[in-house]
């Protein structure tokens, strides 16, 4: 099972420019979650700091317990190996070929026989539809393999902790939706705690258990997919319906003139950007048939029975109308001594939301 990541009012700058401050939020053990925002909002550097490669300036991050701010870098190289990385370009090294690439971790960071990496590196082409590309370099493939041969690199350690930075970049939204699919039934299959960091909004509306979302330097709100998608915060809005008018601008924030400004023009008639309103909660994607039954479903159920009182009406409405769908249609894949099993733990989570909609 994954483990779970946890940050404390975690700040981060480069020199005089702050980038984000005071970021506490929780990704739930096994369970997927996806990080939203502007561009410029520092969701990447986030990433690098759950890995360790920037340290902040305040606060706390805590992996499995350890807070990597403060242990050595000892603990820091072993915590390490709990993660698997994909990068938004697939970072593969264009000298060698899609095996070499997917085998190299494993060379590097164990003492297994040849024979045994070519085992794993051939399961994990497998999975991710490799099979036959093995001997192509880099430039080989279309931008959509070298994501998905990314994605095999980042699972041949069997990590429990699993980030994606941007997977639908340079991907056309049939191939998005296809590696969406993919890392759902990954999680289906090794029950990993992954975090997304995306800006596509089909993605972060079907994929997740969780949704956070980054802008002017704080974190909106964490939590709950059904926080974030029935808020009415005026940023949420205007980020889901990808329109011009609303808080974010070209650099990423406007004043209120320009905003007064905006709205006259729609007002009379210029369109404002957006191709659809989005609204309401469309159903969660779930893992390829006969692929094992998603082990965080149960969790995050019974997570967000305890949390419901915390959050906001709209939301406590929509996760109501989801559990009844789900006591119809995924707790029945679950046999009765699963389901009591699951259901007699206790998982603690922390729903961070520093503006809500009441």
């Known amino acids: 099972m994954g483990v779970e990541v946890r940050t404390e009012g975690v700040t981060k700058s480069f020199g005089s420019q702050r980038i984000w401050q005071d970021v506490s939020l929780t990704l739930p053990s096994g369970e997927v979650s996806a990080l939203l925002g502007p561009s410029g909002t520092g969701k990447s550097v986030f990433l690098k700091s759950l890995i360790g490669l920037l340290r902040p300036e305040r606060g706390s991050i805590f992996i499995d317990g350890v807070d990597i701010t403060t242990c050595s870098n000892k603990q820091l190289y072993e915590i390490r190996k709990l993660f698997g990385v994909l990068f938004q370009d697939g970072a593969l090294f264009g000298s060698m070929n899609l095996f070499d690439n997917v085998a190299f971790p494993l060379r590097e960071h164990t003492k297994k026989s040849e024979s045994e990496i070519r085992q794993i590196v051939m399961e994990k082409l497998e999975l991710t539809g490799l099979i036959g590309a093995e001997g192509k370099l880099p430039g080989e493939i279309s931008g959509g393999m070298r994501k998905r041969a990314g994605l095999a690199r980042a699972l041949v350690l069997d990590p429990q902790i699993i980030l994606v930075d941007e997977p639908d970049s340079g991907l056309d939204p049939v191939r998005t939706s296809y590696l969406s699919q993919l890392l759902i039934d990954i999680n289906a299959q090794i029950d990993a705690t992954i975090l997304i960091v995306t800006h596509n909004i089909n993605l972060a509306r079907s994929v997740p258990d969780n949704i956070g979302m980054l802008f002017r330097r704080q974190l909106v709100m964490f939590g709950p997919r059904e926080v974030l998608l029935t808020s009415e915060e005026p940023v949420v809005k205007q980020f889901l319906n990808g329109r011009m008018i609303g808080p974010i601008g070209m650099s990423e924030e406007k004043d209120e003139t320009q905003m007064a400004r905006e709205q006259a023009l729609v007002d009379a008639g210029h369109h404002h950007g957006g191709a659809e309103e989005v609204e309401g909660i ?77």
């Open 282 to 358: 469309i159903p969660q994607m779930r893992a390829t048939p006969g692929m094992p039954v998603r082990q965080g479903v149960l969790r995050r159920q019974e997570r967000v029975r305890e949390i419901m009182h915390t959050l906001p009406h709209a939301a406590q409405a929509a996760i109501r109308e989801s559990l009844d769908q789900s006591d119809d249609t995924q707790v029945m894949a679950y046999s009765t001594a699963d389901t009591e099993k699951f259901r007699a733990q206790s998982y603690d989570t922390t729903v961070h939301q520093s503006r809500t909609d009441g």
